[in-house]
């Protein structure tokens, strides 16, 4: 039983959302201090929650975990950061006591007002902070043109709104009939109420990293006017930095944190170079938005392992008609207009928006994907800039230096098995100077999560790994699952040398040649109606090493193949068959094939309780390494001349505090 209070509704492919901050757990209380809260699903999408609605459900709960793969989004991370410590399904309501506080009724208001726009969603995101209306493509639109920044109450919003009540204010004061003292100093006085409503507008719009920051620096300029103090950009910057820290430590988990602070950063070195003139302040902007592209790349190569061409451009048209027109626009809409009845001037803007976006869409590319850099990249580009900025010496580079000849001098690995960590399903990539072969394409969920799409493809773009061969076991779900997308992607390209048939039943039997690998195909040398007995089993083998890759065959194809391919069955790393089932892994072919390593690929949380005891206990018995996708996350199996090196995903993605 949980009671707490709904915080976040949502609509997903699979259902309804809800995140409930817990109050109570079974029979225990949650101290009010702690922040814990589960993310549960309904079985329908018809949602019965509102935000702020007071709930007593009955949930099947477990810890959240989820897949870890290297180098790629971690969602455990994720999780942590918003207090997600429990996902689950929510099996009975019990109660449900709408009370939404003051919070909840400006939102439904602000979103019933913009229902009619075609960007309400961004306008409502713009006026509460709150980013549960927008959309998958919503967001993917913003980030591949560079204004993902919008989406998140920063230090621009916070900006604009400090400037507008400035500037309201100061023209209210002269345009007013009542004399004012010429001992009043209207500039405080404007200081002291921009700085009130900003607060007021974080409060509304929940407190973000960047839009804390803004304000801690609003306020602290502010107060070093009012008390004649001198602070300079950099110490204003470091107190803001030191504030944000002491709320929540753990917003150095958060990417904003970075892209906020390194553009404040950026903007506050450039920005008394400023120039006069109309012409000569448009230099300005446009120099600090190529600025911002440059000195941003390393932070977007290694969060989103790619760029917006256009995010120079698009920023320059976007952000000044968001400033001067869309927020006037919105605050005068529902400060008057909507009092009135006059929907005109918000509709306007509404169209010209959606030309100026959809103008983006001609452009013949908008998104560039790029390799990922490495944290280590990452932090010795950003010390060597810092040391310039500092110094501005030669030697600044030193940094960069050692960590390019360090890579240079590393020994690579001849080519190497990335077993990906897809949950109940397979997934696995040979690679070899630069080329892949994929062996399966894992599951796809709910129509549209595609393991192939949000695994396989960003891990060969982060890697710059051409794909030039894919192999599908056979046809189950859990194998074959992203097939349409592989389409997509290479219109079924790589298909073309293991297969030769649209069903892809089966696969083309014999030896082959793969980046200078030897690759045997074994079986199927006949098709049955058992879908799992007709898995593709494939021997990759560069002579010296070779792994065994049997898909989900059973002990009847398991002793057919002991009794006629004995010798090509030998293998130094092996993918159990069947992810451990007790269906598959007879003693028999255990010792035929006598893998140094065994290599089950399954999900944590198995409804088929995988892996099988008694077969655990076979591989166990030849004196197998055991690697486990549900324990270790995604496993990279590096081949060298003379060893084999293993990396496992949840070392590499290690955080003490997920333990």
């Known amino acids: 039983m949980i009671v707490g209070e709904v915080i976040e509704v949502s609509n997903t492919p699979s259902g309804g959302a809800v995140v409930i901050d817990m109050q109570k757990i079974a029979s225990e209380d949650i101290d009010s201090w702690r922040s814990v809260r589960a993310k549960l699903y309904q079985n329908d999408s018809n949602i019965v929650f509102s935000i702020g609605d007071k709930v007593e459900v009955?949930?099947?709960?477990?810890?959240?975990?989820?897949?870890?793969?290297?180098?790629l989004f971690n969602a455990e991370l994720n999780a942590f950061r918003k207090h997600h410590y429990f996902k689950g399904n929510i099996l009975r309501i019990q109660q449900i006591e709408s009370r939404p506080d003051w919070r909840t009724l400006y939102r439904q208001h602000i979103a019933s007002e913009l229902q009619s726009t075609e960007y309400g969603w961004f306008y409502y995101i713009l006026l509460t902070g709150d980013?549960?209306?927008?959309?998958?493509?919503?967001?993917r639109q913003f980030r591949q043109l560079g204004l993902s920044h919008l989406l998140a109450i920063s230090g621009l919003h916070i900006g604009i709104v400090f400037g507008l009540a400035f500037l309201s204010l100061k023209i209210l004061f002269y345009c007013s009939p009542i004399s004012i003292s010429q001992h009043t100093n209207l500039h405080q006085i404007c200081l002291i109420f921009a700085v009130l409503l900003c607060v007021g507008y974080v409060f509304v719009c929940g407190y973000s990293v960047s839009a804390t920051r803004a304000l801690v620096m609003a306020s602290a300029w502010t107060a070093c006017y009012l008390f004649t103090l001198r602070g300079s950009a950099v110490q204003i910057l470091t107190t803001a930095l030191f504030v944000v820290l002491i709320i929540d430590p753990f917003a150095l988990l958060n990417p904003g944190l970075y892209y906020s602070f390194f553009a404040v950063a950026i903007i506050l070195t450039l920005l008394p170079k400023s120039g006069s003139g109309v012409v000569g302040k448009l230099l300005v902007l446009v120099k600090l938005q190529v600025a911002l592209f440059v000195f941003l790349l390393p932070l977007n190569l290694y969060f989103f392992a790619g760029v917006s061409v256009v995010s120079t451009f698009a920023n320059l048209i976007i952000i000044p008609f968001i400033s001067i027109i869309v927020v006037p626009v919105l605050i005068l809409h529902f400060c008057v207009f909507d009092y009135v009845d006059w929907q005109l001037p918000l509709d306007l803007v509404d169209t010209v928006l959606t030309m100026a976006l959809l103008g983006f869409k001609y452009l013949p590319v908008d998104w560039l994907a790029l390799s990922s850099v490495s944290a280590e990249l990452l932090i010795c580009t950003y010390l060597s800039v810092l040391l310039f900025v500092i110094f501005r010496h030669y030697l600044s580079v030193l940094p960069l230096f050692f960590y390019l000849l360090s890579s240079f001098t590393k020994v690579q690995p001849?080519?190497?098995?990335?077993?990906f960590d897809v949950g109940h399903g397979t997934a696995v990539l040979i690679s070899k100077n630069r080329k892949g072969l994929l062996y399966d394409l894992g599951a796809k969920y709910?129509?549209?999560?595609?393991?192939?799409?949000?695994v396989i493809k960003p891990y060969l773009s982060n890697n710059r790994i051409q794909l030039d061969a894919t192999i599908v076991s056979h046809d189950d779900g859990d194998h074959n699952g992203g097939l349409d997308d592989l389409y997509a992607y290479d219109g079924g390209r790589s298909l073309l040398q293991f297969h030769n048939n649209e069903q892809l039943l089966g696969c083309n039997l014999g030896k082959h040649q793969f980046a200078g690998?030897?690759?045997?195909?074994i079986w199927p040398s006949e098709l049955s109606g058992n879908d799992n007995n007709n898995s593709c089993v494939v021997r990759v083998s560069d002579g010296q090493f070779s792994v065994l890759l049997p898909g989900d065959i059973e002990k009847r194809i398991e002793a057919k193949l002991i009794n006629e391919a004995r010798e090509s069955l030998k293998a130094d790393i092996l993918l159990v068959p069947h992810h451990g089932s007790a269906s598959s892994s007879s003693e028999a072919f255990v010792?035929?094939?006598?893998?140094?390593f065994a290599v089950f690929s399954r999900a944590f949380h198995s409804p088929w309780k995988i892996p099988n005891e008694q077969v655990v206990n076979r591989y166990k018995k030849i004196g197998a390494t055991l690697l486990d996708t549900a324990l270790d996350g995604h496993i990279r199996i590096l081949i060298f001349d003379q060893k084999i090196a293993i990396q496992r995903g949840r070392l590499v993605e290690n955080y003490w505090f997920l333990r």
């Open 591 to 596: 010792e035929a094939v006598m893998p140094k």
């Open 58 to 71: 009955l949930g099947k709960l477990k810890r959240f975990r989820s897949r870890i793969n290297i180098g």
């Open 517 to 521: 690998l030897d690759v045997q195909i």
């Open 131 to 139: 980013t549960s209306k927008a959309t998958f493509d919503n967001k």
């Open 414 to 419: 001849n080519w190497q098995l990335d077993v």
């Open 446 to 454: 709910f129509g549209y999560f595609s393991i192939f799409e949000f």
